[in-house]
């Protein structure tokens, strides 16, 4: 398995208030990415990284910030939970453009009330 | 933004029975990458493919990148209890360096 670890796992939070969730790898891949899944969407892209302190929103990106201080770490904040954001959130890495095998982590879920 | 429909959204199948399922998209992509999905795990690549045309199998899997390269299709033949989970479909375009997913087919397996 490629190695990307998410925390925390599960989470849950009152609206309102802001939530990181991490994002860790030991491949050293340069591509990062945040996707949600929801019943009925699939896999929709949040935010991606290119290199440290390279990102890029993706499809549905509002309400959520990124950032990548390190090759290693993505960082995924809501800044103001909403109930609309209860959801499960994956981490994606991915070497290259030309490569696009992107291989996934685990998941958060979380829960906003 | 660029949507990719997958058909059909359910199966239910014998073991046994060969299975095939298909993604379209309004657009072209460059790479098509089929995921499984199992409770509570993230999504595991099972096939990538790069060229429009190309036919390209993994163990009992088969998938092929359509010519217009606007559709992929997947074949599973002889399934198994555990074909069991959600499959997806993904497009790459390249420069824009984002993988766009279809909605998925779940594919339940009888005894």
């Known amino acids: 398995d490629a190695g990307i670890t998410q925390s925390p796992r599960h989470k849950v939070t009152e609206t309102g208030t802001p939530v990181t969730l991490r994002c860790h790898q030991t491949?050293?891949?340069?591509?990062m990415y945040w996707y949600r899944q929801d019943p009925g969407h699939g896999l929709r892209l949040i935010h991606y990284?290119?290199?440290?302190?390279?990102?890029d929103k993706g499809e549905v990106s509002d309400g959520y910030s990124v950032s990548r201080s390190k090759t290693e770490d993505f960082l995924l904040t809501l800044e103001s939970a909403t109930s609309s954001q209860t959801s499960v959130y994956f981490c994606?890495?991915?070497?290259?453009?030309?490569?696009?095998?992107?291989?996934f982590g685990q998941g958060t879920r979380l829960t906003v009330v | 933004g660029q949507q990719l429909n997958q058909s059909p959204q359910s199966m239910f199948i014998q073991e046994g029975e060969d299975v095939s399922m298909n993604c379209t998209s309004s657009?072209?992509?460059?790479?098509w990458l089929w995921y499984k999905q199992d409770p509570g795990e993230g999504p595991v690549l099972l096939i990538a493919?790069?060229?429009?045309?190309e036919l390209t199998s993994n163990g009992r899997l088969t998938a092929q990148f359509g010519i217009t390269r606007k559709d992929s299709f997947l074949n599973i033949s002889a399934s198994i209890p555990s074909d069991v989970g959600i499959y997806f479909c993904?497009?790459?375009?390249?420069?824009?360096?984002?993988?766009?997913f279809g909605t998925g087919t779940r594919l339940q397996v009888t005894l």
């Open positions: 994606a890495i991915s070497e290259t453009t030309l490569n696009t095998e992107a291989f």
């Open positions: 491949e050293n891949h340069r591509y």
């Open positions: 990284s290119y290199g440290v302190k390279d990102t």
């Open positions: 657009s072209i992509f460059n790479t």
């Open positions: 493919l790069y060229k429009a045309g």
């Open positions: 993904a497009g790459f375009l390249g420069t824009a360096s984002k993988l766009t």
